[in-house]
């Protein structure tokens, strides 16, 4: 059994930086988090992919948050990090961590219940 929880949303003025912490809970053992990432859904849009990194540190992200936000983890802790720097309102949307699992059917396919970040102009 794997569970995410996010933490760290809230709001902010633009310009201003959040950092988001996602914790798994793993009950058992035998497997690992390959990829592990951050998603957002902005009001009236589909979620959309913000940034991933693999197992060996292996960074990407999204074009738009290039230079602005910043993707970590830490392996022995099953965690992983997302610094949110330099603010905009359209960056406001919740933020959802996912996990691939080493004993998956491959993807992302585990997921937190999400946290709100609202940038205020």
């Known amino acids: 059994q794997v569970q995410l929880v996010e933490s760290g949303g809230g709001l902010v003025q633009a310009g201003g930086s959040l950092r988001l912490s996602c914790a798994a809970t793993?009950?058992?053992?035998?497997?690992?988090?390959?990829?592990m990432g951050w998603f957002h859904r902005a009001p009236g849009k589909q979620r959309e992919l913000v940034a991933h990194?693999?197992?060996?540190?292996?960074?990407n992200y999204a074009y738009y948050v290039k230079g602005r936000f910043t993707i970590s983890r830490d392996n022995a802790k099953n965690a992983v990090y997302l610094q949110l720097n330099s603010l905009k309102p359209e960056d406001t949307a919740v933020y959802y961590c996912?996990?691939?699992?080493?004993?998956?059917?491959?993807?992302?396919?585990?997921w937190g219940p999400g946290t709100q970040v609202t940038v205020s102009s």
């Open positions: 990194v693999s197992y060996d540190g292996t960074t």
């Open positions: 793993v009950s058992g053992s035998g497997f690992r988090f390959n990829a």
């Open positions: 996912a996990a691939e699992t080493s004993t998956g059917p491959g993807g992302f396919d585990k």
